[in-house]
């Protein structure tokens, strides 16, 4: 049964830090694994999907890695800014690329200026 | 980008009252869902529906939880008979092959 956890649950940096994020997940045999960002009382953004065959993938000053052997990924944020401040949340498919997610429960950022 | 649109965002209604939650996934998406997301808790999954029925639901959408899909373009989330319960933020999502495109989610309110 996959589970996914996400520590800390809530995170407070000044502006201009870099910061990780951590998602932890017990079935190694994942095929993707996604980021998510959640702003208060909104939608979910995709902001990175890592496929198992990747390690890493970036976007801009976002960068997620994935290593399967540990059941862990990351969320790199680069020189983070108050416009970061949101939940992120991990998530991975129990099974196959489409199967249900299993959500983790979500690193509130806080960036303060 | 293409997006997944739900309507309406916020829904109000009584208890023991018939919802009907509307999305139109992305037009060459194959998979759809729908989860939820009750207020400081996990985003949970409730049903997925592929090539026009359900390919897995959860523990959650029991006999009071439907869905649709009535023509090429919407999804339906329908609610029988709403309990206090229910209140929560509804999500849609579809995908093709990989990765998942949420829409911004209908806030449902049971009073």
Same mark, same amino acid.
């Given at each position: 049964?996959?589970?996914?956890?996400?520590?800390?649950? *809530?995170?407070?940096?000044?502006?201009?830090?870099?910061? &990780?994020?951590?998602?932890?997940?017990?079935?190694?045999?994942?095929?993707?694994?996604?980021?998510?960002?959640?702003?208060?009382?909104?939608?979910?953004?995709?902001?990175?999907?890592?496929?198992?065959?990747?390690?890493?993938?970036?976007?801009?000053?976002?960068?997620?890695?994935?290593?399967?052997?540990?059941?862990?990924?990351?969320?790199?944020?680069?020189?983070?800014?108050?416009?970061?401040?949101? +939940? %992120?949340?991990? *998530? *991975?498919?129990?099974?196959?690329?489409?199967?249900?997610?299993?959500?983790?429960?979500? +690193?509130?950022?806080?960036?303060?200026? | 980008?293409?997006?997944?649109?739900?309507?309406?965002?916020?829904?109000?209604?009584?208890?023991?009252?018939?919802?009907?939650?509307?999305?139109?996934?992305?037009?060459?998406?194959?998979?759809?869902?729908? %989860?939820?997301?009750?207020?400081?808790?996990?985003?949970?999954?409730? &049903?997925?529906?592929?090539?026009?029925?359900?390919?897995?639901?959860?523990?959650?959408?029991?006999?009071?939880?439907?869905?649709?899909?009535?023509?090429?373009?919407?999804?339906?989330?329908?609610?029988?008979?709403?309990?206090?319960?229910?209140?929560?933020?509804?999500?849609? *999502?579809?995908?093709?092959?990989?990765?998942?495109?949420?829409?911004?989610?209908?806030?449902?309110? &049971? &009073?």
């Amino acid at each position: 049964k996959q589970e996914v956890t996400q520590i800390p649950a *809530a995170l407070s940096v000044p502006e201009g830090e870099n910061l &990780v994020l951590n998602c932890s997940f017990t079935d190694s045999a994942i095929y993707n694994l996604q980021w998510f960002r959640q702003d208060p009382g909104k939608g979910l953004t995709s902001l990175l999907l890592i496929q198992s065959s990747q390690r890493e993938q970036t976007s801009g000053r976002l960068n997620a890695s994935l290593d399967k052997s540990s059941g862990r990924s990351t969320l790199y944020i680069a020189a983070s800014q108050p416009g970061d401040s949101a +939940t %992120y949340l991990c *998530a *991975a498919p129990i099974s196959g690329n489409t199967g249900k997610l299993i959500f983790g429960q979500g +690193t509130t950022l806080q960036v303060k200026p | 980008e293409p997006e997944v649109t739900q309507t309406p965002s916020h829904q109000v209604t009584q208890m023991g009252q018939e919802v009907i939650l509307h999305c139109v996934p992305i037009s060459n998406h194959l998979y759809f869902y729908w %989860y939820r997301q009750i207020l400081g808790q996990k985003v949970e999954f409730l &049903v997925s529906f592929y090539n026009n029925e359900i390919s897995e639901k959860s523990e959650i959408f029991d006999d009071q939880f439907s869905v649709e899909r009535p023509d090429g373009s919407n999804f339906t989330l329908k609610i029988r008979s709403t309990k206090l319960e229910d209140s929560a933020m509804y999500f849609c *999502a579809s995908s093709f092959v990989y990765g998942y495109t949420f829409g911004s989610g209908t806030r449902l309110t &049971v &009073v």
